[in-house]
């Protein structure tokens, strides 16, 4: 009789490390976003992008390490409103 190899008993490890590496990526790619509350709505509807880096270029209070990089912008309407 042929030996027969069951994959199965390692399924349960093997999906518990991919789904931590899974949250892992998730969280480095996280690290470097910034929430910004409290802007209103106004000119960002046709240059978010342009919008928000203007204004935190605008706050003298920012003590930046390296300069700012943005690859997108995203305006979140606040559920308090």
């Known amino acids: 009789m042929e030996d027969h190899y069951d994959p ?5 490890r093997d ?5 931590h590496k899974m949250k ?9 976003n910034l929430q910004i509350y409290g802007v209103p ?10 919008y ?3 204004m ?3 706050l003298p209070q920012l003590q930046l390490q390296r300069p700012l990089d ?5 305006h979140v309407r606040s559920h308090h409103a």
């Open 24 to 32: 892992y990526l998730e969280n480095l790619a996280r690290r470097d």
């Open 41 to 50: 709505d106004a000119l960002e509807k046709d240059d978010m992008l342009g």
């Open 15 to 19: 999906t518990d490390f991919l789904l």
């Open 52 to 54: 928000h880096q203007l």
């Open 70 to 74: 943005f690859q997108r912008a995203h």
């Open 8 to 12: 199965l008993p390692d399924w349960g």
């Open 56 to 58: 935190l270029q605008a």
